[in-house]
């Protein structure tokens, strides 16, 4: 290495001291990302090749979910031909608060609200709104209800048809009863509950207060829906309980609902043992971002899974021999020294979700920023590459394009709440008809429920998406100390993840190109003393296993003229940064 001059130490310590510059991030082709994926796809074992062509599937996309498992977070990218269609991360320490199922007690009842607050053993009190205490109207257009299994007390119940006003008769003070997070905490607002619970499994939905049995109308076929009535009407459940078959169902036997059911129900007599004690608590709660990958793999079409832990891989594969042995196949352990994430271009496909502006394939852009009310979008044209030798499908195929690609980050952002898409006027009203359409399309791909509008006379789309949980820019980023809130800087936890995935990154690169093997290698971190006390205390355990696992000597200085988002990893002996 060359050594640097005192002058070259001032040039970093200058540049630590100023917030580091927004990088641009270059958008990668998506034509590039198919060729690639179109190489991956090849590679399929024969056997799954013609199972596609046999099941006329020889046209569908190449489906890969990427799994990136580090010591304080878990990433999870579906890539469909090669392009990201789906980000989830996961910190350790974070609560899975929706889909848990607590026993609580009524703490308060606000009529001017027309809501309980409930006790369910946590900081904040759950809110429960009386409409949520009602049993679950049979008018979700979503399920067709084929078969009843009520016991007498819910068919008088029924009958009886309790209103609002009837609740704080019902539910008063001090009533003790079963909720299930529908939304997690936001801010300062309590979790949502309902308690009308529903139990999800690969192919069903058990609902144990409910006697209702109905299939999910997004499976379209009549033969397939007469074939799924016959199977509904075999199946044995407890009185009283309802069930019902999800879209993933669509073409399953009836040995998969059976086998489904009955891990549902076991999984009910562990809460209801929970639910003896009487006291506010947690009775059962959503697995983990692994558990839940591998749950939905096996309901969606996927080609390979690629997991880069050895300890999660070997989680994974005990996870699938219990419910599918045959999908053991697809589970890949990744073992490049090139981290996962950067091996598939996710690294900077996620670069660009937290980008203000998204560059679109044709030359446009559309333009998102949150505020606390609603999430806006506005779509420009830029230097759009579309239109025809006429020109007269310049702004119909910008709005179309920007339709698909505002799903799409809608999706990975996980935005919810209003949103407002700001379109190119189109004075043609087939021409907005098509952009609504194909926003309906694209937003049908979405799990989260959500509400589309035609677009105004004012080009305007208003749309809105369910919210279960912050959206991932809340996650990773915490409010700033240089502005009093009113910027956003990384928290001391995202940058100890992206200190020790640069550390690591740079190991290897010395590694291969400037250390022998055996040699230790010293190195220095310039860095926050925010994010210093972060690695010395929560994060130390991380820093010694890296120091022994790649035979390094780390040492740290901290200044508080640095900016939090800013470290720099030096020679210790010539100051000069490494790379």
Known sequence: MKSSSPTDKNSVDNELRSPPKEEVVESIPRDQLKKESAARAKKRP??????????GQKETPYRELIINAEPLETRVALLVDGV????????????RMVGAVFAGKIQNLEPGLKAAFVDIGQPKNAFLHYWDILPAANDDKAIEIVRQNETAEQKKRRSQKPTLKDIPKLYPIGTNIVVQITKAQIGTKGPRTTTNLALPGRFLVLMPFSGQCGISRKIESKQERDRLKQILGKLTLPEGMGIIIRTAGEGKKLRYFVRDLHMLLKKWEKIEEGMKAGKPALLYQEPDIIERTVRDFLTEDIDRVLVDSEDRHSAILDNISEVSPRSRKKIVHFKDDIPIFERFNIERQIEQTFQRTVPLTSGGEIVIDETEALVAIDVNTGSHKGKDKGGKDFIVNANL?????????????????????????????????????????????????????????????????????ESHASGIYTTCPYCSGKGIVKSSRTMSVEIQRKLVSVIRHLRNTTFKRGETIEMAILLHPTNLERLRNEDEEHLIDIEQAYNVSLSFKSDYSYHVENFRIVDPTSGQELR
């Open 84 to 95: 990201l269609e789906k980000f989830e991360v996961e910190r350790s320490g974070d609560k």
């Open 401 to 469: 394009e920007a339709a698909s690609e505002a799903a799409r980050q809608i999706r990975l952002r996980n935005i919810g709440g209003l949103i407002i898409l700001d379109f190119i006027d189109m004075k043609n009203k087939r021409d907005r008809k098509a952009v609504f359409d194909r926003m309906r399309r694209e937003m049908a791909k979405d799990k989260a429920k959500s509400h589309v509008l035609p677009i105004s006379q004012l080009g305007i789309m208003q749309m809105t998406r369910q919210r279960h949980a």
């Open 46 to 55: 024969v056997l799954q090749k013609i199972a596609r062509v046999l099941s």
